[in-house]
């Protein structure tokens, strides 16, 4: 996975709860992106970084921020979690020689 | 808005078979055009992609059609095997500024019958 890290693997969670997916890279890539994953809507971009602190918004990013303060670590906050928001995460990064390379995924459930 | 429109939804194949796979654009500002293959518990993994001044490529079994003024693209597995039975996702994408970002189709659930 190209030296992609995410934690948890797995998470329940309560309605209503703050919740943190972190995301951690090895090889020092610029850019960094978060996604999630829906049965019947693929992968949809939530948020994506493209340095230290500088981040912005992607097509689904209500209900969710991130942070970077550090080149290897791209956080992704839901600041009170929904139902809606049970899916699949994926963060990813992208490099010129390679393209996209995603990590292997945080499973959400929020009860 | 579905920018990126894939059909099938699920494909069941005899293993042999050729595996097709189609996939619909709207944006023609799109450059690069990836395929993904995912098995389960994994993340997508770049599987073949194009750029549009090319109208095939091909990469061992697998192949990408590219029709520009159609803006329309398709993935094309041949001598299809079990082992290929996984779920298959179309993307394009544009340089938005220095980043890129990845649209992705909905996905095709591929099943190879041995």
């Known amino acids: 996975d190209a030296g992609i890290t995410q934690s948890p693997r797995h998470k329940v969670t309560e309605t209503g709860t703050p919740v943190t997916l972190r995301c951690h890279q090895t090889?020092?890539?610029?850019?960094m992106y978060w996604y999630r994953q829906d049965p019947g809507h693929g992968l949809r971009l939530i948020h994506y970084?493209?340095?230290?602190?500088?981040?912005d918004k992607g097509e689904v990013s209500d209900g969710y921020s991130v942070s970077r303060s550090k080149t290897e670590d791209f956080l992704l906050t839901l600041e009170s979690a929904t139902s809606s928001q049970t899916s699949v995460y994926f963060c990813?990064?992208?490099?010129?020689?390679?393209?996209?390379?995603f990590g292997s995924g945080t499973r959400l459930t929020v009860v | 808005q579905q920018q990126v429109k894939q059909s099938p939804q699920s494909l069941i194949v005899q293993k042999g078979g050729i595996s097709i796979i189609n996939c619909a654009y709207e944006?023609?500002?799109?450059?690069?055009f990836p395929w993904y293959q995912q098995f389960p518990g994994k993340g997508p993994a770049l599987l073949i992609a194009?750029?549009?001044?090319?109208s095939e490529k091909k990469e061992g079994r697998f192949t990408i059609s590219f029709n520009k003024s159609a803006k329309q693209f398709s993935l094309h597995i041949m001598d299809s095997q079990p082992g290929d039975s996984a779920t298959y996702f179309c993307?394009?994408?544009?340089?938005?500024?220095?980043?890129?970002?990845?649209?992705f189709g909905s996905g095709t659930q591929l099943t190879v019958l041995p």
């Open positions: 990813a990064i992208w490099a010129v020689n390679y393209g996209y390379t």
């Open positions: 090889e020092n890539h610029r850019y």
């Open positions: 970084s493209y340095g230290v602190k500088d981040t």
């Open positions: 944006n023609t500002a799109f450059d690069y």
């Open positions: 194009i750029r549009p001044d090319v």
């Open positions: 993307a394009a994408s544009e340089s938005t500024g220095s980043a890129r970002q990845l649209t």
